[in-house]
């Protein structure tokens, strides 16, 4: 089977983007990082991922008119390396339903949290609050609908009595390197079946990975 063409959009340092670039190197990976997209210019880990010899591209959005222009040009640059999966690594723009619908089973997204359980921003400082005992991280297939979809792996930490939102999210971050690589493979691997808003096929990887001594 071919490799799966890879666009990771970023918006800032990447550390996500660092560990999907390490795992397809692998040469049985399914898939290869055809493209890193930012739109920022400045974002760190566009340079990072240019160093390494990845092809890279900026769409800024602030010189753009509105959502919808902005999101031409970078289905654009998609095209022009023709891509057909696209991975969501720390990339801080709402995406249209249009556009989403058009990338439907082919765009995925990690986020910080235990979904469906703190959706949004400052989830770990969320997560103290609320005083939980387990926090984490979740790889989605990405819906219109922020921060929900179909869930493909997810990893869990205990929440210490002493951590602050820095020391839990550092070590959230560990676990999200290591399941966004295994979800990607996962996802072009052909493995995975989405039902009723649920995946199936991962051989039970999601939800197997809790780390409380991480
Ligand atoms: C990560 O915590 C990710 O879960 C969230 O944004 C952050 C991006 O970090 N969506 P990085 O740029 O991958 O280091």
Redesign the pocket.
């Known amino acids: 089977m071919s490799k799966r063409r890879v666009a990771i959009l970023?918006s800032?340092?990447?550390?996500?983007?660092e560990s999907l670039i390490a795992a397809a190197k692998t040469s049985d990976f399914p898939a290869e990082i055809a493209l890193v997209l930012s739109n920022r210019p400045d974002a760190p880990?566009l340079a990072s991922a240019k160093a390494q010899g990845i092809a890279t591209a900026a769409v800024d959005h602030k010189i753009h008119a509105g959502r919808a222009s902005f999101e031409g040009s970078m289905q654009k640059m998609l095209e022009a390396h023709r891509i057909d999966f696209i991975c969501l690594?720390?990339f801080m723009r709402l995406l249209t339903e249009s556009f989403v619908n058009h990338w439907a089973g082919r765009m995925i997204n990690?986020?910080?949290a235990l979904l469906p359980a703190f959706p949004g921003l400052h989830t770990h400082e969320r997560a103290l609050k609320e005083g939980v005992k387990l926090h984490g991280?979740t790889v989605h297939y990405v819906v219109p609908e922020m921060d929900a979809g179909p869930i493909i792996a997810q990893a869990a930490v205990s929440v210490r009595d002493d951590d602050t939102p820095e020391t839990l999210g550092r070590r959230v971050?560990a676990q999200?390197h290591v399941i966004y690589p295994l979800a990607l493979r996962l996802a072009c691997s052909g493995a995975l079946r989405i039902e009723g808003g649920r995946v199936y096929g991962g051989g039970g990887a999601d939800g197997a990975l809790v780390s409380p001594a991480a």
């Open positions: 970023i800032g340092r990447g550390s996500n983007m880990g690594a720390g990690i986020h910080p991280c971050l999200e």
